[in-house]
């Protein structure tokens, strides 16, 4: 039920579909030694007269592979008919997301001029059909990692359309423009069926925008760049697992800064940790009071309590960049990293990247600042054992990239922590200036 079938053929003008019955000359084919391509002929007849000469041809190294027909009309009538090309799939449901999994887009796809890239989910193709002239344009059947596509012949309109059967099956297909075929006369149709991974480079080479089928999301400017930084170090090194350690390690120097400004909020906040707790003895649960308490505190020793969480909120947009870069590379399926990690595109076998994962958390969270809400405080407690049964499922290379980000902002945030509390930081010149005006004014 997990594949698919590509379909070729001709439509009546009445819309059925002729029946061939396909034979061959051989029994076998392969390439020859110095052979540039392998042409794959079939033959068949139709009950109204037609001819018809069914040709693939397969190149070396490609996924790309020509299809063509030769209809000649044997029959004393003129025939009316169109050539259509269609892909069918029993849909099961794989695309949808489920608790503890994570699934990439599984649908249709249709580009024409004016639209390059529109996504039709399978399982909400019934609901949504496709029914569009297009001219110069491709459908696309986007699947995890594969993608099988028809790309119709250029400058002339095309009719793409849809359709699912209540039990499941969905067609998706191209019609040409009806043709008249006179008695005796003959003539061509052409199309080109790509079937092979969702590689950017080799597929915006078969048609434009096909590249497109590589989904990374709304954040795609961002993951085309980190992809280009994953295969330029994967070029040296020749391990998708330590090129994944060596981009995360780059992105964790590149926002160093940022994270620096957040690990010395909460350095602060945690030494006002001992002040709160008094505050908390004295108050009670006199939310109100408290929370005036706390912040007439932050204002007195010049903390912001939001600092640590702007330079984190920058960051987001690159850590999810960089998540779908990992769940959509083709270039991770079945791709080793080091012993029992055989393939970064499943999940460890084991679980003990997931296990060291949720260590990691459990030691960022000790060396975070406690919420101030007790109800709160309880609920990050469960977050790492929450975040290690959701990362269970996930693709080994995933969990490597939060393992080791977690680990290395373990080891900044310890470094700048200790630095902060030594008073390695000096004050800045707007700070020194507030300093000595509060000082002054006591003294007088």
């Given at each position: 039920q997990l594949f698919y079938i590509a379909q070729s053929g001709l439509l009546s003008h009445t819309g059925?579909?002729?029946?061939?019955?396909?034979?061959?000359?051989?029994?076998?084919?392969?390439?020859?030694?110095?052979?540039?391509?392998?042409?794959?002929v079939l033959q068949a007849k139709t009950k109204s007269g037609l001819i018809v000469e069914k040709h693939y041809v397969f190149k070396p190294n490609q996924y790309a592979i020509d299809v063509s027909m030769n209809v000649k009309n044997a029959s004393g009538q003129p025939w009316m008919g169109s050539f259509f090309t269609q892909f069918l799939r029993k849909d099961t449901g794989t695309g949808q997301a489920k608790m503890f999994r994570v699934n990439s887009f599984l649908g249709a796809a249709v580009s024409s001029e004016e639209n390059p890239y529109q996504k039709f989910p399978l399982n909400k193709i019934g609901e949504n059909p496709i029914s569009q002239d297009i001219q110069n344009g491709w459908l696309a059947l986007v699947q995890h990692y594969f993608v099988g596509v028809w790309i119709p012949v250029r400058d002339v309109m095309q009719h793409y359309y849809s359709a699912a059967t209540p039990d499941g099956v969905v067609t998706m297909g191209i019609a040409s423009p009806m043709t008249a075929i006179a008695p005796n006369q003959s003539t061509q149709f052409h199309s080109t069926l790509y079937v092979g991974p969702k590689i950017a480079t080799l597929l915006a080479q078969v048609a434009p925008h096909l590249e497109l089928t590589v989904d990374y999301g709304h954040l795609w400017v961002i993951a085309i760049v980190i992809f280009k930084m994953l295969s330029f170090i994967h070029r040296f090194v020749g391990n998708w697992g330590w090129s994944i350690i060596l981009v995360t390690i780059l992105i964790r120097l590149v926002f160093y800064k940022l994270a620096?400004?957040?690990?010395?909020?909460?350095?602060?906040?945690?030494?006002?940790?001992?002040?709160?707790?008094?505050?908390?003895?004295?108050?009670?649960?006199d939310k109100q009071a408290m929370s005036k308490a706390m912040m007439e505190l932050y204002k007195r020793e010049k903390v912001n309590p939001l600092g640590g969480c702007l330079p984190i909120l920058v960051q987001i947009p690159v850590f999810i960049a960089l998540y779908w870069v990992l769940l959509e590379s083709v270039e991770l399926r079945q791709a080793p990293f080091i012993l029992w990690i055989q393939d970064l595109s499943a999940k460890d076998p084991y679980y003990v990247l997931p296990i060291l994962m949720g260590i990691s958390m459990y030691v960022q969270q000790k060396l975070s600042p406690a919420p101030p809400d007790p109800t709160q405080a309880k609920m990050m407690m469960f977050l790492p054992i929450m975040f290690t049964a959701l990362f269970m499922n996930f693709p080994a290379g995933l969990v490597l990239y939060w393992l080791v980000n977690n680990v290395l902002s373990i080891a900044q945030q310890v470094y700048i922590t200790r630095k902060f509390e030594r008073g390695g930081y000096r004050q800045s010149t707007k700070a020194k200036k507030a300093e000595w005006m509060v000082n002054a004014n006591r003294k007088r």
């Open positions: 059925s579909a002729e029946t061939l019955q396909y034979t061959s000359s051989k029994e076998t084919y392969a390439l020859a030694e110095g052979q540039d391509q392998l042409d794959v620096e400004t957040s690990y010395r909020s909460m350095a602060a906040m945690r030494k006002l940790q001992p002040k709160i707790a008094q505050l908390k003895e004295q108050l009670g649960n």
